[in-house]
């Protein structure tokens, strides 16, 4: 190469960064000699930042945009105004990229079951996942706290660290919520909300935010799992006979169908039977006796609803009936009590539910009063 060829490739330096990767959140440009040339042009995308090192310092952080470098307060020293040194310059700088849009898609999980007292089942376990999106806040930061002189830094290299912070906040904000396990698949957008807010000043120490987390599922143990689907099942089997005798009434009512049908053939057939039996008299033939109505067994009793009583933000029981009962008589439970069963829509007062009949028994005035 002639030296006219390497003198025009001295004037001519384009400084900018295109990513198809997906992750990496900065990426060092490459200049032999980290030597950035006099009037140089640095084209900062939308969705980037430049941080310009020089001499191992943080210099200054570019915008999107485009710069000439080439005024005199630059950091910049270039081989032109250095010949004594053969065109080696002894001043070094660098320049960072930084990607500050969104890292979305990004999973978390509780690696262990979280402990927690739930005011129904008492002392239980649960698993939650979901995923979460990171953002560069700071680059300046971001570099000096977590990249350093990684010349190639993906959001692997950050994920595992945001992971257990987010875990660590789970557990608190789950243990303080006070929310029953059944009802927090109806909460997990507020849940998320709370966990984000509380991880946010943590996140902003290393330059970054967290503009949304979501938890996709909270699931309990299989044997918890396992006990709540047996005790709705019991919940059902009250209700069962009527459930029989709807669908029996809903065949008869299709004759074309199939259930119609055979419906039919079996009445058809109970009909024969009696009838050959009120045919089959003579003189050495018994007379023909009524059929014997067999009666259905009784449907399984209902299940006992246990209460739980809120007071001064304090949650206790749970409490069957009867112990309800005794409190009223005690005086610890009154009309304005705040109460709660399974099934119920939130907390009540104890006169607007079926522990009213608790109070209405009254005993008559005392002798001689």
Not at 87 to 112: A, H
Request: hydrophobic share 40%; no cysteine.
């Amino acid at each position: 190469m002639g030296i006219l060829d390497f003198l025009s490739g001295q004037f001519i330096d384009v400084i900018h960064w295109t990513d198809n990767t997906q992750d990496t959140m900065v990426w060092r440009f490459e200049r032999e000699g980290h030597e950035i040339k006099y009037g140089a042009k640095l084209t900062v995308r939308e969705g980037q930042a430049a941080v310009f090192v020089h001499e191992g310092q943080l210099a200054d952080v570019f915008s999107p945009g485009l710069y000439l470098l080439e005024t005199n307060n630059m950091p910049i020293m270039t081989t032109l105004q250095h010949w004594d040194h053969g065109f080696n310059s002894p001043f070094k700088s660098e320049i960072y990229f930084v990607d500050t849009t969104r890292f979305s898609d990004l999973k978390w999980g509780t690696k262990n079951p979280i402990m927690l007292r739930d005011p129904e089942f008492g002392p239980t376990r649960i698993r939650a996942f979901g995923t979460y999106t990171i953002k560069v806040r700071d680059a300046a930061v971001f570099l000096r706290e977590i990249v350093g002189t990684d010349g190639e830094f993906t959001a692997d290299e950050i994920s595992y660290q945001i992971r257990n912070i987010i875990v660590q906040e789970f557990n608190r904000a789950i243990a303080q919520s006070g929310i029953p396990v059944l009802d927090m698949a109806a909460n997990t957008g507020e849940l998320g909300k709370l966990i984000a807010a509380a991880i946010d000043p943590t996140l902003a120490d290393y330059g970054l935010s967290i503009p949304e987390l979501y938890i996709e599922n909270i699931s309990l143990p299989p044997a918890v799992e396992k006990a709540l689907d047996e005790r709705t099942s019991r919940g059902i089997a009250g209700n069962l006979d009527e459930h029989m005798k709807w669908k029996a009434a809903e065949a008869m009512a299709q004759p074309g169908s199939a259930a119609g049908q055979a419906m039919g053939m079996g009445m058809g057939a109970g009909l024969g039977m009696q009838m050959g039996n009120m045919v089959q008299t003579g003189p050495w033939g018994a007379a023909p006796q009524p059929p014997v109505a067999v009666p259905p067994p009784p449907p399984p009793p209902p299940v006992e609803h246990v209460w739980h009583i809120a007071t001064a933000g304090e949650v206790t029981g749970p409490f069957s009936k009867a112990a309800m009962g005794r409190k009223v008589t005690d005086g610890s439970l009154t009309r304005d009590s705040q109460v709660w069963t399974q099934g119920q829509d939130g907390w009540k007062a104890a006169e607007n539910t079926e522990l009213a009949q608790l109070f209405t028994v009254m005993p008559p005035p005392p002798p001689g009063g």
